[in-house]
């Protein structure tokens, strides 16, 4: 298996473990008895989860409050878990975000936060754990793209981007660490019951129009084929049938065409 046994100095990091998929991964690496480092801006709710999986599955459970935005916050973590004599075993990178509508009116602050967070801060990550990963040949990381990965995406061009980029990171890394005992996951979810097009300014209703229903997955079973995904080894996990059909599509359809057409469904779009 390419997930790491558990042991008693090891932990799993997990980034934007406060909600959503990233909570759903915790509780899945939970029940196979690793030891997690909760990474997240709110305290109180990783704590909550904490308490919730220390509770439920008889493991070390550790919040780290960090604005991965910050690249100081970052730099912290490693030294945070030798204070606590723990190793990285598995690195979870899945805090991200998205931004709505135009560019000609984007927000530059939250722009350049996207970034930070959705690419820099799994550059940065990677760079800060796998290479002790690799000295030990002991190790899995796990990176969360999205289905906008694989074509242009109009009304979130940043956020579509920032995908693409982690997509074709966790490959190439893959590749590179072939053999050395470390694995790479990319998981790419399509659209997911998590509150995160709410958090972005899209209503249900609009992410129902944009996206059609048998595409959208409940969290938890999203954050089991993750897991599962990393504890075989394998490169890319697209959870869902339909979404593993519709990034294949996207995939291989003349961009000149879908754009346009993408452009045209966008809710943030939509009133052009």
């Known amino acids: 298996m390419a997930l790491p046994t558990p042991k008693e100095n090891t932990t799993a990091i997990v980034t934007g473990a406060s909600s959503g998929i990233g909570a759903e991964i915790a509780r899945e690496l939970a029940r196979r008895g690793h030891g997690l480092t909760l990474v997240a801006r709110r305290r109180d709710r990783l704590q909550a989860l904490a308490d919730e999986l220390a509770l439920a599955h008889s493991v070390r459970v550790e919040v780290v409050a960090a604005d991965l935005t910050d690249a100081d916050s970052r730099a ?3 030294g945070e878990l030798a204070t606590r004599g723990l190793t990285a075993d598995i690195l979870v990178n899945n805090a991200g975000f998205t931004t709505m509508g135009h560019v000609r009116m984007a927000d530059r602050a939250a722009e350049l936060g996207l970034v930070r967070t959705n690419v820099e801060a799994v550059v940065d990550l990677c760079a800060l754990f ?3 990963m690799a000295t030990r040949r002991r190790g899995a990381v796990m990176n969360t793209a999205s289905t906008a990965s694989f074509q242009p995406l109009p009304g979130q061009a940043s956020y579509g981007a920032s995908k693409a980029f982690v997509l074709s990171y966790g490959r190439a890394l893959a590749a590179e660490l072939r053999g050395s005992g470390v694995t790479v996951t990319t998981l790419c979810p399509g659209p997911v019951e998590t509150g995160f097009a ?10 129902a129009e ?3 229903k048998i595409m959208w997955l ?7 084929a993750g897991v599962e995904g990393l504890a075989a ?7 869902g049938t339909a979404n593993r059909v519709g ?19 966008h809710p943030a779009l939509k009133a052009d």
Request: aromatic share 0%; glycine share 8%; charged share 20%.
């Open 130 to 132: 796998v290479p002790g």
């Open 210 to 212: 944009s996206l059609p």
């Open 218 to 224: 409940p969290a938890d079973e999203v954050a089991r």
């Open 247 to 265: 990034a294949g599509l996207a995939h291989l359809a003349p961009k000149s065409i879908l754009v346009p057409l993408l452009a045209k469904r």
């Open 233 to 239: 080894g394998r490169t890319v996990v697209i959870p």
């Open 76 to 78: 912290a973590l490693p």
């Open 198 to 207: 709410e958090a972005a300014g899209m209503t249900d209703e609009e992410a």
